[in-house]
């Protein structure tokens, strides 16, 4: 049981630093307003991501079945799509926005955050007056949603290989969902720090580090496209 225990939460941590899932929440954190809301997307991430492995599990675990090899490959189809358009909006964001970083006040509380004057003649001082993206944190998860539907397939049959029992698979699909989730938190702190500290002082490298991310984010894109889309055409 500890055996189960350790290798699920360190599996799960393990899991959540995989490439596009570090494209995915670094994509979704360039457009955050600071540290804390970076560490909710990565949360929401984790929340979607843990329950749909759950839950796709859970069916499969209860009707002994597995995921068919072309759903798969469609589903991490659909993750290809999804970072190249996460992506691409990262790198519009940038052409076609004059995004930079001012200090200001929600009541007692200070802190920095960036908005665009793209359109704008003079500088417009009630874009200060701004409602933090909600809007974010439900595409984090939505993205958590769409990587968990991708990676259900490989954790069921991991679990059904190296357990016999439905209930440790249960057991175990858990702690990997608790594993996920600390290691997307772990993760979106220390994507928040490079982020705060160029939005701070160093709005050029602030956006350099954006375009860097956007493009990651179109390349492993692309590279899930062609590994995957050829398996759907055969």
Do not use: C
């Not at 055996?3 to 570090?22: F, N, P, S, W």
């Not at 909710?40 to 090899?69: D, N, Y």
């Not at 440790?168 to 594993?179: P, R």
């Amino acid at each position: 049981m500890l055996t189960i225990v350790v290798t699920g939460i360190l599996l799960g941590m393990r899991h959540a630093l995989e490439a596009d899932h570090v494209a995915a929440v670094a994509a979704l954190a360039t457009g955050s307003r600071g540290a804390r809301q970076t560490l909710r997307l990565g949360l929401a991430w984790g929340a979607g991501h843990t329950l749909t492995i759950f839950a796709v599990g859970s069916v499969v675990l209860l009707l002994g079945a597995t995921v068919p090899e072309p759903i798969a490959a469609v589903l991490e189809t659909a993750v290809g799509v999804m970072l190249i358009l996460l992506g691409a909006n990262v790198l519009r964001r940038m052409i076609h926005e004059r995004d930079h970083f001012h200090r200001h006040r929600h009541g007692a509380a200070a802190h920095f955050h960036a908005h665009s004057h793209a359109g704008e003649g003079q500088h417009d001082a009630s874009k200060h007056q701004h409602r933090h993206q909600r809007a974010l944190t439900l595409r984090a998860l939505f993205i958590g949603t769409v990587h968990g539907l991708a990676g259900s397939a490989a954790l069921v049959m991991l679990t059904l290989g190296g357990i016999g029992s439905t209930g440790l698979g249960f057991s175990y699909m858990a702690l990997f969902g608790v594993g996920s989730l600390i290691g997307m938190a772990a993760l979106s702190g220390v994507i928040a720090v490079p982020l705060r500290i160029t939005s701070l002082r160093l709005t050029w490298a602030y956006n350099g580090l954006t375009v860097g991310v956007g493009l990651v984010s179109v390349g492993l894109g692309a590279a899930l496209l062609i590994e995957y889309v050829p398996l759907i055409a055969g």
